[in-house]
């Protein structure tokens, strides 16, 4: 497997793990195991399972971009800082929008062809 390759499995990975530890925040232990075991759909070797975790790390990216809104303005209510906290949120959701971004690249679409 090229080394780009395996850089843009360990983003996906590290990304779904902390979309599925921001579910085990709040106790949906679901969402949970469906982040936790989406980076298998690597093992498919089809068109499907790459368009299934592009969406799944969009998705991820508007649930980071809602928290940090979110936060955000629940900070301002009780005047607390919120600047460093929506810094990282933003990046997180960065890192996400990214891992599902490098999946659309020509060489990850040759690996996993229309049909199988």
Do not use: D
């Amino acid at each position: 497997m090229p080394v780009q390759m395996t850089i843009r499995i360990i983003l996906f990975v590290v990304a779904a793990l902390l979309l599925g530890a921001h579910f085990l925040r709040g106790g949906n232990l679901l969402l949970v195991a469906f982040c936790a075991g989406s980076p298998l759909l690597f093992l498919f070797r089809s068109r499907w399972s790459l368009i299934a975790l592009q969406i799944l790390a969009y998705c991820g990216t508007g649930v980071w971009t809602v928290t940090a809104f979110r936060l955000i303005e629940a900070r301002e209510l009780s005047g607390r800082p919120w600047t460093i906290a929506a810094v990282i949120l933003g990046a997180v959701a960065l890192i996400t929008l990214l891992a599902g971004l490098l999946l659309n690249s020509r060489s990850t679409k040759e690996r996993y062809p229309r049909k199988s």
